[in-house]
């Protein structure tokens, strides 16, 4: 498998929520509960927002949420605002744990 | 936590490219430190990873052979290194450190172009 399936682009309007899927297989989304989520803006070094599925490293926005069912993992940013305007990233672990693959990446527009 | 990666390279195809890592602000040998790239207008794509401590390596089967991940404990420092460069290399590398199975920090990035 070369890559997780995400959307290539979503949108919302400020205060809005909206939710990035990303399925994968048995064989990794489906495994483990090691999914993370990354917020890239243009140019700049990607920034982990979501791992293990659900959890939020110090720092990042209650505004922020993950969940998975079966082989889809999602994120859901609620209370859009313009800084939420870039590109994410899901990344799953595979093969025994050994291993990552990453999403297509999703281009969040808010408009 | 700091990482910083070194600068931008420009290579000829058929050559290779080193790219440091030089690590600060935490216990270099407690975490695994992973490789990613990004094409130009391209995802991420994950490489390889080390484990600082104790040197084991593990590389996304399209890389095996052709990307060496290797550590200088004493200079707190990660490399990856890639022979054989094609223009499909070209591309920005990044190293992370990774924590509970997810890259928590982020090196800044290098710029590695292959052309002729």
């Known amino acids: 498998q070369s890559a997780l399936t995400q959307p290539a682009s979503v949108s919302g309007s400020p205060g809005q929520s909206i939710t990035i899927s990303c399925t994968g297989t048995s064989s990794d989304v489906g495994s483990f509960d090691l999914v993370s989520w990354y917020r890239q803006h243009p140019d700049k070094a990607p920034k982990l927002m979501i791992y293990?599925?659900?959890k939020r490293p110090s720092g990042v926005s209650n505004r922020f949420s993950g969940s998975k069912s079966g082989n889809t993992s999602s994120l859901t940013i609620s209370g859009l605002q313009a800084e939420d305007e870039a590109d994410y990233y899901c990344c799953s672990c595979t093969s025994r744990r050994t291993q990552w693959i990453f999403g297509g990446g999703t281009k969040l527009t808010v408009l | 936590v700091q990482l910083v990666q070194s600068g931008a390279e420009v290579k000829k195809p058929g050559a290779s490219v080193k790219v440091s890592c030089k690590a600060s602000g935490y216990s270099f040998t407690s975490y695994a430190m992973q490789w990613v790239r990004q094409a130009p207008g391209q995802r991420l794509e994950w490489m390889g990873w080390i484990n600082a401590g104790n040197g084991y390596t593990k590389y996304s089967q399209k890389f095996q052979g052709r990307v060496t991940i290797t550590r200088d404990t004493s200079a707190n420092t990660g490399f990856m290194e890639v022979s054989g460069l094609r223009s499909e290399d070209t591309a920005v590398y990044f190293c992370?450190?990774?924590?509970?199975?997810?890259?928590?920090?982020w090196g800044q990035g290098t710029m590695v172009t292959v052309s002729s």
């Open positions: 992370a450190r990774s924590a509970s199975w997810a890259f928590d920090f």
């Open positions: 293990e599925v659900n």
